[in-house]
């Protein structure tokens, strides 16, 4: 004898959905696929018109990157990014957490003076910052980078983290207090596995930020510090635009954030959704 059926019935994809996303797929991902076929052609073959679809793949430019400079640019991004990242997660969070548990007044008030001091333009820092460094000797240097990424970061982190704290009953904390836990052992243990997907969110973002940066890299940085984003550019020169090394270089570029976020997929679409929900 049947019985009733036990779960929901799952409706398979229309056609006109599977075609509609894959269309979606194909607008999205075209100027990312055109550049990486990019990559894996000659320049003759690049200035060609119209591009070949069919050519013989060659590795040269990506050959031709790591043999140069722009192997030193690439880790000296990775070292700011990844650096900046971690210094502002380790001040940011637990600045946010202690917002979120302060009842006493003023505390809108301290929160939106945060937030403010994000929104400034970068131009408006540019010149106190140069000058400064060039004065302690930070000029050129991948911890004058990292110390301006964390600045702009930090306030992102408080900011974003805090309604997550806000979410998590204080009757947890309360209980394992009572048990005899330290408040040490109850933000580590208890709060921070709870706020996991809004930190994944919020790295992802801050390391955004640092990795994309192209202002402060021009003027902050020279030659030893400078970094994958300023590298690519140096390819336009007055013999040319080497389209090759550039596109090489723009697909590398792409690769540890697309690694990074494909790393932590899972924790940044929870992350993201539930500041929309909650924020």
Request: proline share 6%.
């Amino acid at each position: 004898m049947s019985g009733g059926m036990s779960g929901p019935v799952r409706r398979s994809a229309s056609p006109r959905r599977l075609v509609a996303i894959g269309v979606t797929l194909i607008v999205l991902l075209s100027p990312f696929l055109w550049l990486l076929q990019m990559s894996f052609k000659s320049n003759d073959l690049i200035l060609q018109f119209p591009p070949p679809l069919i050519f013989t793949p060659t590795l040269q430019n990506y050959a031709s990157l790591w043999q140069g400079a722009f192997a030193a640019s690439f880790v000296n991004s990775l070292m700011s990014a990844s650096f900046s990242t971690a210094l502002a997660l380790v001040l940011g969070v637990p600045a946010a957490y202690a917002l979120s548990r302060w009842a006493g007044r003023g505390k809108h008030a301290l929160s939106f003076a945060i937030l403010v001091t994000r929104m400034a333009p970068p131009i408006a820092f540019t010149i106190p910052f140069f000058l400064f460094y060039r004065w302690i000797g930070l000029l050129d240097t991948v911890t004058g980078l990292v110390l301006v990424y964390t600045s702009f970061n930090l306030p992102l982190v408080i900011w974003m983290m805090q309604p997550f704290f806000e979410t998590v009953p204080s009757s947890l904390e309360e209980a394992a207090l009572v048990d005899g836990a330290s408040t040490r052992v109850v933000f580590l243990q208890i709060v921070l596995p709870m706020v996991a997907p809004g930190i994944a969110a919020t790295a992802i973002l801050c390391f955004l930020y640092a990795w994309n940066d192209f202002f402060f890299a021009l003027i902050l940085t020279r030659t030893n510090a400078r970094t994958a984003p300023v590298a690519v550019v140096n390819f336009m020169n007055y013999e040319g635009w080497e389209w090759g090394k550039i596109a090489a270089g723009g697909s590398l570029v792409m690769a540890p954030v697309l690694i990074f976020s494909l790393a932590v997929r899972r924790y940044l679409v929870s992350g993201l959704t539930a500041g929309a929900v909650k924020g």
